[in-house]
Structure formats: C-alpha cells, structure tokens
C-alpha cells in the first residue's frame, strides 16, 4: 500500500488549496481513505474521510465543515481535499491514510482506529502554512 500526497503550500488567511492523495497497492473503490494533520506541538487529528465506493459517504471534523471538501476520483485513485477559506489554525502537516481491512463506516471511529492503530497506512505528509 502507498498513499502519495501533493499540494500543500502557503497561502495566505482566507485562500484556497488543493490537495491529492495517489493512492495505489490495494481495492481503491471499496476503502476509506481520509486526511488527518498534525500541527507543531498538537496531536494528530482527524480531518475528513470518505468511503470510495458507490455509497460515498463523507465525514468531516466540525472545524472544517462548510470549508474543506473531500472527493475521490476511482479513475485515477486519488482523493482530493479542497480547502477554501483558510484559517491560520489550518496550518499543519497534512497526511492522507487508509486501511484496507477497516469494516465499518466513515465517521469517528475510523480517525479514532487509524491514529490509535498499527494496521493503517500513512503517506509521508504535506505542509499547509496559512498567513496574514
């Protein structure tokens, strides 16, 4: 399993970004994939995630709902995180993961499973800085 991000950057308070996970090594269309990030001296938090089947379901952390969107493409095996109206509490390493053997639904508990865990998969991260 491999999860390659791309994307991040700076920009400044109230900006956009875009960022992508390539995701390759296991079944695309049936997995939850999701962002977490961690900012300096904070623990790793989830941000949103998606299952990439047909059902699509989506789940995002009450700071970035209304502001981030996530999406998956199957043709490509990628996930995007659009992430309009930038805040400087945005400003993290940003990492996409997954874990093909998850059985349920996305939501909570699978942030709670993936950063407690040994069974997922991480990608190496990518810095979002946001400024005034």
């Known amino acids: 399993v491999q999860l390659v991000e791309s994307g991040g950057g700076s920009e400044q308070i109230g900006g956009s970004l875009i960022l992508s996970c390539v995701a390759s090594?296991?079944?695309?269309?049936?997995?939850?994939i999701g962002w977490f990030r961690q900012a300096p001296g904070k623990e790793r938090e989830g941000v949103a995630c998606?299952?990439?089947?047909?059902?699509?379901?989506?789940y995002y952390v009450n700071s970035v709902k209304g502001r981030f969107t996530i999406s998956s493409d199957s043709a490509k095996n990628t996930v995007i995180l659009r992430m309009n109206n930038l805040e400087p509490e945005d400003t993290a390493v940003y990492f996409c993961?997954?874990?093909?053997?998850?059985?349920?639904?996305?939501?909570?508990?699978?942030?709670?499973?993936?950063?407690?865990?040994?069974?997922?998969?991480w990608g190496q991260g990518t810095q979002v800085s946001v400024s005034s």
């Open positions: 993961a997954t874990d093909p053997l998850y059985p349920g639904y996305p939501g909570p508990m699978w942030f709670d499973t993936l950063a407690a865990g040994d069974d997922g998969y």
């Open positions: 090594g296991f079944t695309f269309d049936d997995s939850i």
């Open positions: 998606i299952n990439t089947n047909d059902d699509g379901h989506v």
